[in-house]
């Protein structure tokens, strides 16, 4: 099946830092989703990016679907950034990547 | 867009009982998905609930395990039966109520089985 890598795996920033997470797939997939799961376990929709780039206030997308990929931007982290940041494919089942965890410091 | 909602947020149960989970949707939908993620883990598919059939399982799990109801288009349970410590998970009910595959997830139950 197709397989999703995320990376890097756990990421640590100080406030006010920017940072980029990429997921990459082995197969092409019809959408492409991008997820924040805080710590209270909830799954926060971010992005609905199966191609092209979107932004929504200090977090962006881009999609290039021609090279199975995906970045998710993310400038000037606030704390409340904190959490796991899933990016999940979909060719009919979800396809599921571990996800990237951010911590972000005062 | 879909507002989704679970009950209960969260549980602490004892092992041998069995817990219902339930997710309420905003919308009618057609399909209902029920999710596991272990600690520490990516979301793994359960099953996917349609409405006045059975639901359909994926390899590794079992309707006696994880029996599933969808009595209308708003609406599913999931139940958690014979707990176990191995069944301390977020478990999580999701739809794609737009035809396009955009998935929304409920909040999730936090379960911890003693």
């Known amino acids: 099946g197709i397989q999703v890598e995320q990376s890097p795996p756990d990421l640590i920033l100080q406030e006010g830092a920017n940072s980029t997470l990429r997921c990459n797939f082995s197969?092409?997939?019809?959408?492409l989703q991008w997820f924040h799961q805080n710590p209270w376990g909830q799954l926060i929709n971010l992005f609905y990016?199966?191609?092209g780039t979107k932004q929504n206030g200090r977090l962006s997308a881009t999609t290039v679907a021609t090279e199975r990929y995906s970045l998710l931007y993310i400038s000037s982290s606030q704390t409340t950034d904190s959490g796991v940041y899933f990016c999940?494919?979909?060719?009919?089942?979800?396809?599921f990547g571990k996800g990237t965890k951010l911590s972000v410091k005062p | 867009s879909a507002v989704i909602s679970q009950k209960p947020s969260r549980d602490i149960c004892q092992r041998g009982t069995s817990l219902t989970i339930q997710c309420q949707v905003d919308?009618?939908?057609?399909?209902m998905f029920w999710y596991r993620q272990q600690p520490g883990q990516s979301l793994t598919l359960i099953a996917t609930?349609?409405?006045?059939?059975?639901?359909?399982?994926e390899s590794g799990f079992v309707i006696d395990k994880f029996p599933i109801s969808r009595p209308n288009l708003t609406f599913s349970t999931l139940t958690v039966s014979n707990m176990s410590p191995e069944d301390s998970s977020i478990y999580l009910c999701?739809?794609?109520?737009?035809?396009?595959?955009?998935?929304?997830f409920g909040p999730g139950t936090r379960l911890t089985v003693l």
């Open positions: 999701s739809v794609a109520p737009s035809g396009n595959d955009e998935q929304f």
């Open positions: 197969d092409s997939v019809n959408n």
């Open positions: 990016i199966p191609s």
């Open positions: 999940i494919g979909s060719q009919g089942n979800l396809i």
């Open positions: 919308s009618q939908v057609t399909m």
């Open positions: 609930a349609n409405q006045g059939s059975e639901a359909t399982y």
